[in-house]
């Protein structure tokens, strides 16, 4: 699904779905009760997670399907359907199952290399692959009449990912540094610079080979987007100068906000979103390989506390529950995008934040903030795996729930959403993915190239 950028509801999608009421999880592991540590829930949800990217991968690419559902209900037939930036959070996801010892790293090479092959035989619009691919064939998939192009958001998302395959494996046996070497190859092939339209100061979401740039949506901020521009400026061979990036992303320091919210400053202004910030997801896709610990550019002076801000906003609000949910409160919190429902029941897709309440808690939200809010995020995993099992599905916490409509539930996933659990679990356990991307080389550079500051990596 298209992620969110600007205000209003995104257009539902309807079709039918069921008040899902059976526990298919706890036939499976009948561990989980209350009596577990953190450390055995934080294992089980990250193994649960990696389960879509693991065994509900698309058979042929064996990249991240656009969707998995348990009622085996799709829309316009689309199981063979990948999303490009929803398998780039799988690659970091197979990663960690290989660090933690959930996956046989050899198996993991064999299939990761054969999602490289695919995706360099894949179609791509000057270096940039489309929102969503055929698994089968390799073509573009259309996500819109006019969003049949070039997807440089969405091609940021898997970029990250990829550079985190090539940093973990370039001086493994033969068969890694070789797989190694095709990431580097698609990384190298990206033209980012087209991307700005002639030479604009600002980078464009779309480019389509047949509707040129009539999308026209600038990347500017605050938003999901930062990561396209860090490695647009990172790349060794299609880059983008500084000014892009201030007079872009930071609309030449405008999107500078003194606002605050709960006592906590904003920092910036959230794209449409400016009295409590964005949907979660802003403080997640950027971050799965962008460390933001004591991160900072000429404007921002720590990127961490930008999000963490964000999120213990989002989690004070849930708390405050203003509209008076069902349920919400110190340990069924988070408002993000995902799949949605309303009040005459149809079913579709919404970004939820909390100028867009619509009683839906979507489980990554609290479990992909756990580096901002530990404790927080802690209360909400301990609750949904042991007292809300019929939120748990065979790949971990379903995309939506609400204990307001009645314990309803999405008996299905979202690449996406299921896709940033696991590896910013990981980023808080112990810094592995954020590692492997800001010690990548190109990343230090562009990181020093836009101004950027990290005590932790050297960059100044």
Known sequence: MKKFALTGMIALLVFSCKNTSTNRYASQNE????????????????????????????????????????????????????????SGFGLATILVGIERGFLPRKEAVKRLTIMMDFLAKADRH??????????????????????????????AFLTSGILMVREYFKNGSAEEKELAKKCDELWKGIQWNWYTKGGEKVLYWHWSPEYQWEMNFPLQGYNECLITYILAASSPT???????????????????????????PMYVKHNGAEEYGGPLFWA?????????????????????????NQVLINYKYCVENPDKWKGYGPNYWGLTAGYSRNENGSIGYDAHFPQNDHGVITPTAALSSFPYTPKESMEFLRFIYTQKPEFIGSAGPYDATSIHYGNWTTPRYLAIDQGTIAPMIENYRSGFLWKLFMNAPEIQKGLKKLSFKSEKYDIK
């Open 31 to 86: 561990i989980i009760t209350s009596n577990n540590t953190d450390g055995q829930l934080l294992d089980q949800v990250q193994k649960d997670a990696l389960k879509y990217f693991w065994d509900y991968a698309e058979p042929n690419s064996m990249l991240g399907r656009e969707r998995y559902h348990e009622d085996n209900i799709y829309p316009d037939n689309d199981k063979n359907v990948i999303t490009t930036g929803g």
């Open 126 to 155: 000057k270096g940039a692959w489309s929102h969503w691919i055929n698994g089968e064939t390799g073509k573009t998939v259309p996500f819109g009449k006019k969003d049949n192009g070039g997807d440089l958001v969405e091609t």
């Open 238 to 264: 299609y880059s983008i100068d500084a000014e892009t990036y201030y007079k872009g992303w930071t609309r030449n320091g405008t999107y500078l906000s003194d606002k605050e919210k709960y006592g906590l």
């Open 284 to 308: 997640h896709y950027s971050y799965i390989g962008l460390d933001p610990t004591n991160l900072s550019d000429k404007l921002i002076k720590n990127y961490f506390d930008l999000n963490r």
